[in-house]
């Protein structure tokens, strides 16, 4: 894969606030240009009281960014899945053979805007039932991560994965994460029984 620099993370009233913070976090501790945008306003609520301050708001930029990636939340995914502006851009990325990624409840907006049909994916426990009513011919699968390449689509299942996540989307970019693993403890905490 080559080396792409630029990610954007869409952030939607009653998103899963640690999904998003920890790509942006670890993508910018690895010198990703990485950019918060807001769905609606630059100050995003999130589903758990925390405010969250964008660096932008959505617009065409959103087609220039080499993966575009969607936190979770229930209502946050709701909002992504129910926006017109967001999902024309999201068909264009898809056209022009952008990578994209969600997680949690966020691949049912993918499917909404059909760009799982035929795709290998995960999500949180429960939404693939949502998602098999849209999509056709996705395939389910419980990883913590799914990269379906042909697709250029990414997915994670929840809380808990969002460094997986996180690491995978670096990963896609072509960077080599040991070492921001390492310095994380993620590579302890994944030797622990």
Request: charged share 20%.
């Amino acid at each position: 894969m080559i080396f792409v620099s630029r990610v954007a993370v869409v952030f939607a009233p009653g998103c899963e606030e640690v999904e998003g913070l920890s790509v942006v976090d670890v993508l910018r501790r690895m010198g990703v240009d990485t950019t918060m945008v807001g769905l609606e306003n630059k100050q995003v609520p999130g589903a758990h009281g925390i405010e969250l301050t964008c660096d932008t708001t959505l617009d065409d930029h959103l087609l220039d960014y080499d993966i575009v990636a969607f936190p979770g939340g229930r209502g946050g995914a709701e909002k992504l899945g129910a926006n017109q502006q967001l999902a024309d851009l999201m068909q264009k990325r898809n056209a022009a053979g952008k990578w994209d990624a969600a997680m949690c409840a966020a691949p049912t907006a993918l499917a909404k805007y059909g760009l799982l049909d035929g795709c290998d994916y995960t999500c949180f426990p429960g939404f693939e039932k949502q998602i098999s009513q849209v999509a056709k011919n996705a395939h389910f699968k419980e990883d913590i991560t799914v990269v379906d390449v042909g697709h250029k689509i990414i997915t994670s299942r929840g809380p808990a994965t969002a460094w997986a996540f996180a690491y995978q989307i670096a990963e896609v970019l072509g960077l080599d994460t040991k070492q921001i693993k390492h310095e994380m403890l993620y590579d302890y905490l994944m030797t622990q029984k």
